[in-house]
């Protein structure tokens, strides 16, 4: 059974830091690209950044909006992708999902609320 769950969400000021969990099970994820998305109030889910395992190398890429402040990493030991953000805006606010697709279907976390205000 696939599983995906967020954790890491928090209220923060302008400027500072966050790490996000996506704790994942029931599938390999070297096998697989691994996506994070966001969705403001009232706006569509967005993509933020995703990452696989190409050969030996881990292949990230990010929208232009966090790159260069967001960054992806992987704890293969535990099957834990990581979604390290700083610098974080107001802008920034939204519930993060991190995602997968397997086999033409896609598979959702519950969320995890970031709260970027002053």
């Known amino acids: 059974q696939v599983q995906l769950v967020e954790s890491g969400g928090g209220l923060v000021q302008p400027g500072g830091s966050l790490t996000l969990s996506c704790a994942t099970s029931g599938f390999t994820l070297s096998s697989y690209t691994l996506r994070w998305f966001r969705q403001a109030p009232g706006k569509e889910r967005e993509f933020v950044a995703g990452?696989?395992?190409?050969?030996?190398?881990?292949?990230?890429n990010y929208v232009p909006s966090v790159k260069g402040r967001f960054t992806l990493s992987r704890d293969s030991g535990k099957s834990t992708v990581y979604l390290q953000m700083n610098s974080l805006k107001p802008e920034d606010t939204a519930v993060y999902y991190c995602n997968i697709l397997i086999n033409s279907r896609d598979y959702w976390g519950q969320g995890t609320q970031v709260t970027v205000t002053s």
């Open positions: 990452s696989r395992i190409v050969g030996d190398d881990w292949i990230s």
